[in-house]
């Protein structure tokens, strides 16, 4: 009879470290889901021209790099260009607007400064799309759900 006495605070130790790891997961998801979600209010334009005024001109880019450092150091070389990886696999609507938005205005900047075939050559036609137009996301009343991105280079 001693020994399921002694198995039962065991059981009980355990049962409660499975719950607290457990918390701690929901409470790092629910941290990456506010970072995520503070793209909702950023204008991508804005911080883009207040980049690029403070010299520091960076490219934005979401989902799985292959090779990001090589990326990462060709833009630095040939452009001056920081690369930013601000998001990983799955993506709300709000970081593909943002980056669209970033990206567009950087591209313009770059082109001005090294010109088209410079940038084409290390970015291609980047920014490629932004998903969703802003008369589509008017008209669904779907809220904005993560989806897996392909990388945005």
């Known amino acids: 009879m001693k020994r399921a006495w002694a198995i039962v605070p065991a059981v009980i130790v355990v049962f409660l470290a499975g719950a607290l790891v457990e918390l701690q997961n929901r409470a790092s998801l629910s941290e990456r889901e506010q970072q995520l979600d ?4 950023r204008d991508g334009k804005r911080e883009a021209e207040a980049d690029i005024a403070a010299g520091r001109p960076k490219w934005k880019a979401y989902g799985r790099i292959s090779d990001y450092e090589i990326r990462a150091a060709l833009l630095k070389e040939k452009l001056g260009v920081e690369l930013d990886g601000i998001a990983e696999c799955a993506v709300p609507d709000s970081i593909e607007r943002f980056t669209f938005e970033y990206n567009t205005r950087m591209k313009e900047y770059l082109i001005s400064v090294y010109g088209d075939p410079a940038v ?7 920014p490629k799309r932004f998903v969703r137009s802003n008369e589509e996301a008017d008209q669904s009343s779907e809220p904005s759900r993560l989806r897996p991105a392909a990388a945005q280079l």
């Open 38 to 41: 503070s793209y909702a209010h």
């Open 120 to 126: 084409f050559a290390l970015i291609g036609d980047a």
